[in-house]
């Protein structure tokens, strides 16, 4: 699908709201209109443009007086373990990793309500609930994988991956908060940036980087990262210091 093609679709603006990300900030978000079927050359062509899926939706921030939202994706091939990252990767070589065709185990949903009560007790997806589960996490596209990782029997993460044309889409992931140990977010992403490589695809796209949201930082530690900076993609190349305009 060409920009021209894009430049016809019809995108809805919603209403001013609460920032998900930065305290007593207003945010807005431009979405795509819903009865447009997600294929996988039209949600291709978005995801280099900037947008993100939640749900069935495609949607990126429409901020007038923000842009501290930035889009961001990690050039696999070229991406090279730290010391750090080789502890955790070794840390949890006994997971096994199991395809999973839809996500309606309640151990799965106690996993979700669990993690979010603890990781994310102050942000907009608190309380959880089965509702939003449904319609965020459990809601797919054709392009849309799941992925169990396991402890012998004991389920301890679940990975929701789009693959694309040119990339893997880290949609959502969510872990059990009691193993702070295994460091299981940083594996998961060491995984699908190894599964990426495997199946000859560029990037893997990390969703919005935010430099003033402490729980947005870590994603700078995946190097080569790249922005989406006035509408192109920028590789960083230095820890940033000051906020990117």
């Known amino acids: 699908?060409?920009?021209?093609?894009?430049?016809?679709?019809?995108?809805?603006?919603?209403?001013?709201?609460?920032?998900?990300?930065?305290?007593?900030?207003?945010?807005?978000?431009?979405?795509?209109?819903?009865?447009?079927?997600?294929?996988?050359?039209?949600?291709?062509?978005?995801?280099?443009?900037g947008f993100r899926r939640s749900g069935t939706h495609l949607y990126r921030p429409g901020c007038e007086s923000c842009q501290a939202c930035i889009s961001c994706r990690i050039q696999v091939r070229n991406f090279s373990q730290s010391?750090?990252?080789?502890?955790?990767?070794?840390?949890?070589?006994?997971?096994?990793?199991?395809?999973?065709?839809?996500?309606?185990?309640?151990?799965?949903?106690?996993?979700?309500?669990?993690?979010?009560?603890?990781?994310?007790?102050?942000?907009?997806?608190?309380?959880?609930?089965?509702?939003?589960?449904?319609?965020?996490?459990?809601?797919?596209?054709?392009?849309?994988?799941?992925?169990?990782?396991?402890?012998?029997?004991?389920?301890?993460?679940?990975?929701?991956?789009?693959?694309?044309?040119?990339?893997?889409?880290?949609?959502?992931?969510f872990f059990d908060p009691d193993l702070k140990q295994r460091s299981l977010g940083t594996y998961i992403i060491l995984w699908q940036i190894e599964k990426a490589v495997r199946m000859h695809l560029p990037y893997l796209y990390l969703g919005y980087w935010v430099k003033d949201c402490d729980k947005m930082r870590y994603k700078t530690d995946f190097r080569p990262l790249e922005l989406f900076i006035d509408h192109r993609w920028i590789l960083l190349t230095q820890q940033p210091t000051s906020p990117i305009k």
Not at 18 to 47: G, H, N, W
Not at 146 to 162: E, I, K, R, T, W
Request: charged share 25%.
């Open 1 to 49: 699908m060409q920009s021209e093609e894009i430049q016809k679709l019809q995108f809805y603006q919603t209403s001013p709201h609460e920032c998900s990300y930065l305290p007593e900030r207003q945010a807005r978000t431009i979405f795509l209109d819903p009865e447009v079927p997600i294929s996988k050359p039209l949600y291709s062509r978005m995801l280099s443009a």
């Open 83 to 173: 010391r750090r990252f080789k502890r955790v990767w070794k840390r949890n070589q006994d997971l096994l990793v199991k395809p999973l065709k839809q996500l309606d185990d309640p151990a799965i949903f106690d996993l979700y309500c669990r993690y979010i009560e603890t990781r994310h007790a102050d942000g907009d997806m608190y309380p959880p609930s089965q509702e939003q589960y449904d319609n965020f996490i459990e809601a797919k596209t054709e392009t849309t994988q799941f992925f169990g990782f396991y402890d012998g029997p004991q389920l301890v993460a679940v990975s929701v991956m789009d693959e694309l044309d040119h990339a893997l889409s880290a949609m959502y992931t």
